[in-house]
Structure formats: C-alpha cells, structure tokens
C-alpha cells in the first residue's frame, strides 16, 4: 500500500490512508490523549478527548478522522486544551471520583489527563445518578459505576476480543448506565472471568477482586512469564507487592494471547504461596508421607519401576504426560517410557 505524507505539530510525518490521525500520530511517537479509544477495539469516537485541528480550522476526533495525503494536524493549542478541559470535567461532574478510595489511583487515565490539563474540582452543574457499587457479587470482578465514564472499552472489550457480549449499555442520555446480560450483577452473569475487561477499563470502575487491600499500584513490581496451566503458553505480567506477595496477573500483548487471558491464568495463581503447596519430595513410610531428598525419592520411583518391569513386563507401566509441562518435558516423558522402560503405553491429559 502506497504510504501518505501529512504534517503534524509542524513535523512531516508517513503513514497508511486506512490509518486514522491517531494511530499515524502514535506511529510517530506523537501521544494524543485518549479516552474510549484503545488499539486493540474498534473505533467508537465517543468521549472527544483526542480532538485535534485539521487543517486550521475545525476540531476532529483523531480516532475516528482517517489520514489523508498532505493534511496538517494540530494536537494541541489553546482551543484544543479548552475542548479537552471541557469534556474532562463533564466526565468528572458525571461521576463521583475520590482517588483516595479507588483501585485505580495510580494508573488510572482519567486521573492521569486531569493532573496533565490541571483539573479543579468541578462544580456540579449535570446530575449524577448514584449508582449501587456491585463489589460482592463475583470473587473476580468489582464494578463501581460511580467512576464510569462509559468509554464502552469494555463493552468492546467482551465482544470483540472475548465475544461473550456481556456488558452494554442502558437507558438514554445522562441517565445512561453499563449493565451486565439483562441487567443483572456480574457475579450473576454469564460473565466467564477473564478479566480483559478490567484489563482495558482505563479507570477504576472495573477491578480484581484479589489485588484489594493488597498493595498500591505504584509499589508492585512487574515480572514477566508464560502461564503454566496449559499448551498455548499464554504470557503473562505478574505482579507482587513489597511483602513479596504475588497480587494480580495481567495478559502481555507479546505472547499468543496477545494480553488476554483465561480465567484461570487470570486467576489461579493463590496456590503458588499456599503453605498447603508440596515443595518437597515426599515417600510413603510404614504408612505415613516422609519428606524425603531428591535422590531417596528418584531411587524409590526408579526400583519401583524396576520391580513391576521385571515382574510383570514394561507393558504393565504407563506414562500420562500433562499440558503443564513444556514440550520438550512431554517429549523427554514418551522418550523416557519409549526407549527406558520399553512401552508405547504414553497419554497426555490434553486429549481426556
Ligand atoms: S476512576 Fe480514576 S479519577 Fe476516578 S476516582 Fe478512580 S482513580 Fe480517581
Ligand atoms: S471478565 Fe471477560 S467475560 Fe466477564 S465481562 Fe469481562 S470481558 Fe466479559
Ligand atoms: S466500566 Fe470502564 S471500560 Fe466500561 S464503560 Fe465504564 S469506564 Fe469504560
């Protein structure tokens, strides 16, 4: 596809013509704030914050506005900051926003846009309609609908990407309100817990349950791995807190799930500190678990093996092999059962 030229903030700038302002701005290293609209959803236009000047003359919603071939593209100036200010405090006189008490402080990007445009506390001139916080419902999810500035990331987030179409939107005008299924509480609804929409909500009207008292945003560390539940291999940002507490996971868009997760990658990840978990080799003694080395407990398996090969034929073993392992682990596991112990009786628990 041939590539355009267009100027913005005075820098001549290539991208593609199905690009939008947008997406050929953020190409370039150029960060217009942005609200509803998010990469990885279609493009909906809605809350008005990535307006830019095209031309001279008239504000665009920049993700919404395509490209064109020698266009000129203010991101900011004066009349640009007032039609910012203006839809960030409409945003803010429509909710009840105490950062104080929410999960989001910290990463949220509405707070992040009104400390950037110096936001006051607005009067409230528009009605707000108090909604009731849905935190108990779900052990997965929490909605506080009081800081939802009905972006819609969510809604797009369930149907596009997850497409099980759970959230919408109700009622009309200011009284306009998010609603799970038929208007039901999330935990009562068909909602199937993998969190990418809390993944993409850019407040804190969606939250995890588990992070919840369990650390600041700006205090938990970030580490990165592949999720060990199943063959995908789904990669995975995990997030501990100072005491060293493994807190929240979020999918990475580097891997194949390109940042979405299931519900138990999203999870399932409270056995890893469980003082119940096996940590150590443990050998059947005159009745009782002993733990035992590495090597007592290999060389119990080992003459175990041994004995019912001698005794009763390499046919009386079998290998079940599991998709927690990697695949060089379930190679070695046929390989071992193959050429060791001298049986093609080899499963993997992926085809149960
Ligand atoms: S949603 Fe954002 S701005 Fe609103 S209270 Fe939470 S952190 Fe503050
Ligand atoms: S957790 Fe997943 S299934 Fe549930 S509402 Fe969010 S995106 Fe939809
Ligand atoms: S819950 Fe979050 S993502 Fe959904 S509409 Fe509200 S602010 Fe946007």
Known sequence: MNKIKLTIDGKVVSGYPNQTILEVASDNGIDIPHLCYH?????????????VRVGGKMLKASCTEFAMDG??????????????????GLLL???????????????????????????????????????????????????NENVCILCGRCVRACGELQVSNI???????????????DDRRIGESNCVKCGTCVQLCPTGALSFQQVL?????????????????????CKIDFYTNPQGQLVKTMGNDEGPNKGQLCVKGRFGFDFTQSPKRLSKPLVRKDGVLSEVSWKEALDFVAAGLTKIKEEHGPDAIAGLSSAKCTNEENYLMQKFMRAVIGTNNVDHCARL
């Open 39 to 51: 990469p990885k959803l279609s493009k909906s236009g809605q809350c008005r914050l990535c307006v």
């Open 71 to 88: 266009m000129d593209v203010v991101t900011e100036d004066e009349g640009i900051i007032a039609a910012r200010k203006l839809v960030l």
């Open 93 to 143: 006189q429509e909710g009840n926003h105490n950062c104080l008490y929410c999960e989001a402080n910290g990463e949220c990007e509405l707070q992040r846009y009104c400390r950037m445009y110096q936001m006051e506390e607005p009067s409230r001139q528009i009605p707000f309609h108090e909604r009731e916080v849905d935190y108990a419902s779900s052990n997965a999810l929490r909605r």
């Open 167 to 181: 959230w919408g939107f109700a009622e009309r005008g200011h009284r306009t309100h998010l609603i799970a299924d």
């Open 213 to 233: 008292g369990r650390g600041l945003n700006w205090e938990l560390s970030k580490e990165s791995s592949i999720c060990i539940y199943c063959g995908v291999g």
